[in-house]
């Protein structure tokens, strides 16, 4: 799922910026004008600029840019194979950070789960720590609802 490195940029750029004033307390027009331009950029609509505020203590302007470039989350019927592969995919680290948390999501719209416990703490579903890709997905799909 490749998000244009230009639009990574510029948002990420934005998100700084944005990050900047609210940091100074500032409610300003110029967050107005650069919360309009990451709607325009991003494609979403009533983007709430105070839930980035301090986003750099959990995660990096890129990554986060490329989250908000990214399509929303939905249930897409995926097979039980499909489900497998991006299970798969999260546990080796195949894919970036943004990428990860978009198929948890998916993932969880799919199952009706809370799919990052299972793969970060397979212990509190019933699992050995060290458990598979295989295993965790045999659990999510034995408790998917």
Do not use: H
Request: aromatic content about 8%; overall charge negative; glycine content about 4%.
């Amino acid at each position: 799922m490749a998000v244009d490195m230009n639009k990574i940029s510029a948002v990420a750029d934005i998100l700084r910026r944005i990050d900047k004033l609210l940091e100074k307390n500032e409610n300003s027009a110029e967050i107005r004008e650069l919360t309009q331009q990451l709607e325009e950029i991003t494609g979403r609509k009533n983007i709430d600029p105070l839930q980035f505020r301090g986003f750099w203590t959990y995660t990096g302007a890129e990554t986060l840019a490329e989250e908000l470039l990214m399509p929303e989350p939905r249930i897409m019927g995926l097979s039980d194979e499909q489900i497998f592969e991006k299970v798969k995919k999260i546990c080796l680290a195949d894919y970036s950070e943004a990428e990860c948390n978009y198929w948890i999501k998916v993932l969880g719209l799919e199952t009706g789960l809370e799919i990052s416990d299972y793969i970060y703490f397979p212990d509190t579903k019933g699992l050995d720590f060290n458990s598979d890709e295989r295993e965790i997905t045999n659990a999510i799909l034995a408790d998917r609802k």
